[in-house]
């Protein structure tokens, strides 16, 4: 699960496997995988780096070489 903000400034638990396609029209917005649309606050960065993040803590996504320090 990812933490997200709406723009009406309440935060929601999103699980990030359900994000079929991150937009910005200029508000992010995210489309779900049954259709569903969500506008957030973050960034198309903050998003693509929280989900990311999330990958890499449950394991399927490694490390790049960058990160690593290599």
Known sequence: ???L???NGQTFLLNAPLIEQVEA???TTLTLS???KIVVKESMEEVNH???AFYRRIGLV???AKEEGR
Do not use: A, W, Y
Request: aromatic share 6%; charged share 15%; hydrophobic share 35%.
């Open 1 to 3: 699960m990812i933490t």
């Open 5 to 7: 903000t709406k723009l």
């Open 25 to 27: 029209f200029p508000d």
């Open 34 to 36: 049954n259709g569903k």
């Open 50 to 52: 929280l989900t990311s």
């Open 62 to 64: 490694g490390l790049s």
